[in-house]
T-cell receptor, first 114, second 113 residues
Framework: NAGVTQTPKFQVLKTGQSMTLQCAQD?????MYWYRQDPGMGLRLIYY???????DKGEVPNGYNVSRLNKREFSLRLESAAPSQTSVYFC?????????????FGPGTRLTVL | AQSVTQLDSHVSVSEGTPVLLRCNYS??????LFWYVQHPNKGLQLLLK??????LVKGINGFEAEFKKSETSFHLTKPSAHMSDAAEYFC???????????FGTGTRLTIIP
């Protein structure tokens, strides 16, 4: 039982390049989330998905797209990376649907955009 | 909009002494509140959660938190700090009870040997 896994662990991009961050969970959870963590700002929600086939914007969605490929997988895409997107990205999942409950976090992806 | 305020960005305590990490929330409704811990270069792990069943909530590793509606506070405490408690701690509130969480800015806890 791996919980929440994320790939890659580290990535360096040049401005304008694109990439997709992958996330998978094996806990049969309904809800999945993407956050970014910046120094002194806590975690901010980028997008979330309450169930397969649905996605909703969070607090900071600009510059990102997401896909809930199936119940297990939720990917985050940067179409044209910018230095402001340098951050640590966390994926999380929760068994609850539309209610607050424990979220389980992956180990994070550290992204640098030059 | 609701928010959480962590009153200290950095707390240092000696090993074996009590820990107090302070959090105030601004929800006007009955909140769902959480404390998460993040060890260096790791993901976040739930310490404890409050969902109105009891005002004193016990979590893992000897931590507990008390919900005080009159003070809009949810402070995290531990009677005796251990070196392994050194980490960043986040107070978290839900958005009207739904799954969109709002994180505080974090408190870095340092344990002095």
């Amino acid at each position: 039982n791996a919980g929440v896994t994320q790939t890659p662990k580290f990535q360096v991009l040049k401005t304008g390049q694109s990439m997709t961050l992958q996330c998978a969970q094996d806990m049969n959870h309904n809800s999945m989330y993407w956050y970014r963590q910046d120094p002194g700002m806590g975690l901010r929600l980028i997008y979330y998905s309450a169930s397969e086939g649905t996605t909703d914007k969070g607090e900071v969605p600009n510059g990102y797209n997401v896909s809930r490929l199936n119940k297990r997988e939720f990917s985050l895409r940067l179409e044209s990376a910018a230095p402001s997107q340098t951050s640590v990205y966390f994926c999380a999942s929760s068994g609850a649907k539309r209610v607050a409950d424990t979220q389980y976090f992956g180990p994070g992806t550290r992204l640098t955009v030059l | 909009a609701q928010s959480v305020t962590q009153l200290d960005s950095h707390v240092s305590v000696s090993e074996g002494t009590p820990v107090l990490l302070r959090c105030n929330y601004s929800s006007s409704y009955s909140p769902s509140l959480f404390w998460y811990v993040q060890h260096p270069n790791k993901g976040l792990q739930l310490l404890l959660k409050y969902t109105s069943a009891a005002t004193l909530v016990k979590g893992i590793n000897g931590f507990e938190a008390e919900f005080k509606k009159s003070e809009t506070s949810f402070h995290l405490t531990k009677p005796s700090a251990h070196m392994s408690d050194a980490a960043e701690y986040f107070c978290v509130d839900s958005n009207f009870g739904n799954e969109k969480l709002t994180f505080g800015t974090g408190t870095r806890l340092t344990i002095i040997p």
